[in-house]
């Protein structure tokens, strides 16, 4: 790091932007003090998404589960190389959830969970990019009528789930498809982004 003085113009063009950016993200211990609901078996889950879209690094699935668990809808897509920022993890996601399932706003109480699973290099330990994909995941599940679920990254070392503590070793970023399939209601395709925003790009869906 380096040290020293900026003039008050270029302090007063950049503090702003990235002070609201570091706010746009969810630290472990919010998370884990959120509510977000337990997931009764994350490795099935896990297991499931991956071998439907088979993510990649960079590449995120954002699935909607009903009250059994099992596979409502979901979406996969590639994160551009650009700062994390919360507030377009959420537009991302919104846009997503909005093209794969009807909302459920007119619901009292939300029923069915979206939970984000992303791949990317590095190991399971938290960062930055987790928290503004955690803001994001939270904020887009306000506002489609959901609650807010499980953030799960998939590296080389295994998937985790964020704030629990839990994870495993396979699947991984690298490793192929299991034989296994997520339960799911009716027939469900997989989705994956269109043009959603200029953050992200179009990734087809395996």
């Known amino acids: 790091m380096t040290f020293g003085f900026a003039s008050s113009s270029a302090a007063s063009l950049s503090t702003p ?11 472990p211990a919010e998370w884990a003090t959120a509510g977000i609901p337990l997931l009764r078996n994350p490795r099935e889950v896990v297991s499931g998404l991956h071998a439907r879209h088979r993510p990649e690094p960079s590449m995120a699935v954002v699935a909607v589960l ?3 668990e099992r596979l409502c809808a979901s979406a996969s897509f590639t994160k551009r190389p650009v700062p994390a920022d919360g507030w377009m993890f959420r537009n991302t996601l919104l846009a997503q959830l909005r093209r794969v399932i009807p909302h459920d706003l007119r619901r009292r109480t939300p029923v069915r969970t979206a939970v984000l699973l992303y791949c990317r290099e ?23 009528g959901l609650r807010c679920g499980a953030y799960i990254t998939l590296t080389g070392d295994g998937w985790h789930v964020l704030g629990e503590g839990r994870g495993g070793r396979r699947p ?3 490793s192929e498809p299991e034989p296994f399939a997520l339960s799911e209601g009716p027939s469900l395709a997989p989705r994956s982004g269109g043009p959603v925003s200029e953050v992200l790009r179009r990734a087809a869906a395996r």
């Open 17 to 27: 932007a990235s002070a609201a950016s570091a706010s746009r993200l969810l630290e």
């Open 66 to 68: 009903d009250p059994d």
């Open 122 to 144: 590095g190991d399971a330990r938290w960062t930055e990019e987790d928290g503004a994909w955690m803001w994001g995941l939270r904020d887009a599940c306000t506002l489609h």
């Open 172 to 174: 991984n970023a690298h």
